[in-house]
Structure formats: structure tokens, C-alpha cells
């Protein structure tokens, strides 16, 4: 049984430390994998390096795997996409508008000198458009393009070609010949290459406690057949590879009878100078103890002509916890403060209510008693001075003198009111 778990490769870094300082990724090629292994003492090892991006197949002329296109869109009078011409290596360029044929190409040896411009000939009002030079290598997955717009003048004060920003702009005379610049000069574009000497793998070995730099190189493997071996150990079976490996992908490395002296870190790289594919795969051996040679003491499930399975030490991986966090620390704390605010808030508010309710009730209760202790004071007097008034001017003299009663109640008149002022200064 084996422990196949593959991490992420900043995981990598974390269980596997030595990977750290292996080099920097330009130089030994990205981690895509990284294992920790573990095999029981005696039994097979094999540590897997699989990738089809590394299957060899020639890029023949036959092949077409390298495929160039040229592509024009149109906004008026109506939007269109319309492909004008196409060429692989094992094929004569297409030109797909009956219109353009002997008027619009490329040139005959652009996968010989990577020189894919577009040379149209005659230039018309309705070659204007913006023009894609697309570029595509299907063997190792790599798709270029570049775009170039295309307008027409009958000025040749107007002629000129600029950058908008975003591409290339050309202004060209109605009538003449303009080249689209499209060049790629990248050996993947190019024939007369040694595709299989640019295609190498090779496995490397650090024993505990070595440095990085001290690795020792156990095998290189080229596309072309030939095969380099570092020490006694392919020689003497110990390790192998696959025979046809760049044939199905498969450069896994096979160690037999494990020792604990093979425990350490072994690595995978996976160099396509073609394609530019630099890719390596971590591993780290541990030897555990060798499996019971007596049959009695398996398990009833297996039966006595079936291989030992290699023994799994299942270690925890890591597990993702899912937490939701406030996005302050002070989360509750704040919605606390403005549970409390508002509370406290509505307590000032009743009491103020209350407060003004009982002075405006203690006002109206004092107003009314004023009001009653003025009223029985001012009735009182009144009645007094009525009856004064009236004691007063009710008193008739028995020797009157008045010879009629007009000048008598003039006469009482002035008597009541010599009398009330006197009251008064009194």
C-alpha cells in the first residue's frame, strides 16, 4: 500500500523543504507535483512522472500541426468575420475569396524564416477591416495572435501608420500594396529544428542531510533513444525506466527491493525546449518496516497468490475549516453599543415626558388656587364697598335744603365721592 496524495505546490514547500531551495523555477521548471511515499522494506517502488504534453511525434511537413490563418472583421456596411487566407507545412495556402486569389498571400517559406505577413496587392475600399495573423501549434498547445487595422485613403497626404493603443493602424493609398507585418522567428515556427534533441528527462536523488546543490544525477533520457545513466544502479537493475517513455508519456522510475538506505528525495524534470515546457515532480521515499513473509497471519480477504500491496500511512491532511469572521473585530461590541444607545435613548425620552407631564399638572393646580384666592378677595370687596357705597349715599340729611330733585342727587353725588376718596387716601 502507498500514500498517493498530490498538494498544491505551496504545500509542497511547507512538507517538503528541501524543494525550497532546489533553484529558481526559470532554471529547474515549475513544481506541478509534489508526494510524500511510503513503501514497505523489499517491495517495488514506483515513483510516477507521466505527461502527454511530452509524447514525442516529429513535426514533420506532413503533419500539420502548425497551422497560420489571417483573419479580417468588418464593421460596416454590416458587422462580418471572414477568413482570408490559411497554410500549414504540409500544405499550399488557401485563399477563400475567389476575389483575392492572386492578389492576396503570404509568403511560400514562412515556416522556414517565420515571416507570416499578409501582402495585398490592389488595394480596394473593401479591404478595410482589422486584420488577425493567428498562429497555432497544436502539438504543444501554443496559440499567438496579433491584430492590425486596415483603412484607405485617396490622399496621400493621409498615408501613415500609428498605434491607437491597442494595435497598429495603416493608412494606405486606395490602390497601392501594403505588407501586414506578422513575424515570429521562434524555433517552434520554424523547420530544420532537432525536435528530439530538445526533448530531455531526467531524475535527480537528494539523501538526507545533502545539500540541494549536491544532488546526484541518476538517469537523462532524450527523445532521440538515447539514454544517459550515472552510477551502478540501472546497470544492476536497481532502478529503471521505461522503454518507449517519450512514446506514451510515462518516465515513471521503478526502484526494486527498497532499502532503507533509498529513502530521500526524489525528483522529476521534464525539459520540451521546443514547446518551452519545464515542468518537475517532488518525491519523498520513506521505507517502512517489510511485510509478514508467513501467509497465515494476512487477512482472510486476500488470497495466498495475490502481490503484497504496499501499506498506506494515512496522514492527516490538511483540512479546510470554513469560518465566517465579522469584518471588524469589534463586531458585536459595536452592535451592543447600539442596542444599549437607543435604550438609554428612549429612557431620557419617557422620563423627559413624564417630568414635563407632572410640571405642567402641578402649574395648573397652582394657577387655579391664585385664581380662587384673587376671586373671593376682589368679591369681597365689591360686596363691602357696595355696601359702604350704599350706607353711604343711602344717608339723607333731615334738613334737606333742595329744592328739587335734580340738584338733590347732585348734591348726594358730591357727598359719596368726597366720602370714596377719602376711603382711598386712607
Not at 500514500?3 to 526559470?26: H, K, N, R, V, Y
Not at 528527462?201 to 542531510?209: E, I, L, R, S
Not at 465579522?326 to 413624564?354: C, S, W
Not at 402641578?362 to 357705597?389: A, P, Q, V, W
Request: hydrophobic residues 35%.
Amino acid at each position: 500500500m502507498h500514500l498517493d496524495m498530490t498538494l498544491l505546490p505551496i504545500f509542497a514547500l511547507l512538507f517538503l523543504p528541501e524543494a525550497l531551495t532546489q533553484g529558481s523555477s526559470s532554471r529547474v521548471g515549475v513544481v506541478v507535483e509534489a508526494k510524500n511515499i511510503t513503501f514497505p522494506a523489499g517491495s517495488r517502488a514506483v515513483l510516477p512522472c507521466r505527461s502527454q504534453r511530452m509524447v514525442w511525434t516529429r513535426d514533420r511537413l506532413s503533419d500539420r500541426q502548425r497551422v497560420v490563418h489571417w483573419d479580417v472583421v468588418r464593421n460596416s456596411p454590416e458587422y462580418s468575420v471572414e477568413r482570408v487566407l490559411d497554410m500549414s507545412p504540409g500544405a499550399r495556402q488557401r485563399v477563400y475569396n475567389a476575389f483575392n486569389k492572386g492578389r492576396v498571400s503570404i509568403p511560400e517559406t514562412a515556416f522556414n524564416d517565420g515571416n507570416f505577413s499578409l501582402v495585398i496587392n490592389n488595394v480596394v475600399t473593401s479591404d478595410k477591416g482589422v486584420y488577425t495573423c493567428n498562429l497555432h501549434h497544436h502539438y504543444c498547445q501554443v496559440h499567438q495572435n496579433i491584430q492590425i487595422q486596415l483603412n484607405v485613403t485617396k490622399s496621400v497626404r493621409k498615408e501613415r501608420r500609428y498605434w491607437d493603443g491597442e494595435k497598429t493602424v495603416f493608412v494606405v493609398l486606395l490602390g497601392s500594396s501594403v505588407v501586414l507585418p506578422c513575424v515570429n522567428r521562434r524555433a517552434l515556427w520554424r523547420e530544420g529544428v532537432q525536435e528530439d534533441q530538445q526533448q530531455v528527462a531526467h531524475w535527480d536523488y537528494q539523501a538526507p542531510g545533502v545539500r540541494p546543490d549536491r544532488a546526484e544525477r541518476l538517469v537523462d533520457l532524450y527523445a532521440s533513444g538515447e539514454r544517459r545513466d550515472y552510477g551502478p544502479l540501472f546497470s544492476q537493475n536497481k532502478m529503471s525506466l521505461e522503454e518507449d517513455a517519450f512514446t506514451v508519456g510515462d518516465f515513471s522510475l521503478s526502484i526494486a527491493e527498497l532499502k532503507p538506505v533509498d529513502i530521500g528525495l526524489y525528483t522529476c524534470y521534464l525539459h520540451h525546449h521546443y514547446c518551452g515546457i519545464q515542468e518537475r515532480r517532488i518525491f519523498r521515499l520513506t521505507v517502512g518496516p517489510p511485510l509478514p513473509s508467513n501467509p497465515s497471519t494476512l487477512l482472510p480477504t486476500i488470497e495466498s497468490n495475490d502481490l503484497p500491496e504496499p501499506r498506506i500511512e494515512e496522514n492527516d491532511g490538511p483540512r479546510v475549516v470554513n469560518v465566517i469572521l465579522p469584518e471588524q473585530k469589534g463586531y458585536f461590541v459595536q452592535h451592543l453599543g447600539y442596542f444599549l444607545a437607543t435604550f438609554l435613548l428612549l429612557t431620557l425620552i419617557a422620563v423627559a415626558v413624564i417630568v414635563l407631564t407632572r410640571r405642567r399638572k402641578k402649574r395648573e393646580s397652582e394657577y387655579d388656587i391664585y385664581r380662587y384666592e384673587r376671586g373671593n378677595i376682589t368679591n369681597g370687596g365689591e360686596i363691602s364697598l357696595d355696601c359702604t357705597e350704599l350706607s353711604t349715599c343711602n344717608q339723607e340729611p333731615s334738613f334737606s335744603e333742595y329744592k328739587n330733585n335734580l340738584l338733590k342727587e347732585r348734591g348726594l353725588a358730591k357727598d359719596c365721592n368726597k366720602d370714596f376718596e377719602a376711603k382711598l387716601w386712607k
